[in-house]
Nanobody, 125 residues
Framework: QLQASGGGFAQAGGSLRLACATS????????MGWFRQAPGKGREFVAA????????FYADSVKGRFTISKDNAKSTVYLQMNSLTPEDTAVYYC????????????????????WGQGTQVTVSS
């Protein structure tokens, strides 16, 4: 149900935009998130938004550089990534919750029931 795209290669300081298409499903009142997993590390939270109201949340490591947004008409969530660094190199996953998520839980993997296949982002120095 979730299809992530937009990964690729970038130089440090560059930008990429990821997209997560939800196959037309309406995720109103739910949460959409982006997570990433770098080689040899666990999966970590990157950003999330609540579909209704558009409230956004970010990991400290990406705050001010990444922007999560949505296009209701396209049922798509985006992750605009600017000022990329080699530390941003990872496989990025989009995820959707099955039901409403309280703010205190929105950064937890366990809050999300649906996951995309992942898209690779590689940033060179």
């Amino acid at each position: 149900q979730l299809q992530a795209s937009g990964g690729g290669f970038a130089q440090a300081g560059g930008s990429l935009r990821l997209a997560c298409a939800t196959s037309g499903r309406t995720f109103s009142n739910l949460a959409m998130g982006w997570f990433r997993q770098a080689p040899g590390k666990g999966r970590e939270f990157v950003a999330a938004l609540r579909w209704t109201g558009g409230y956004t949340f970010y990991a400290d490591s990406v705050k001010g550089r990444f922007t999560i947004s949505k296009d209701n008409a396209k049922s798509t969530v985006y992750l605009q990534m600017n000022s990329l660094t080699p530390e941003d190199t990872a496989v990025y996953y989009c995820a959707a919750s099955r039901s409403g998520v309280i703010i205190s839980q929105i950064r937890r993997e366990e809050s999300y029931a649906y996951w995309g296949q992942g898209t690779q982002v590689t940033v060179s120095s």
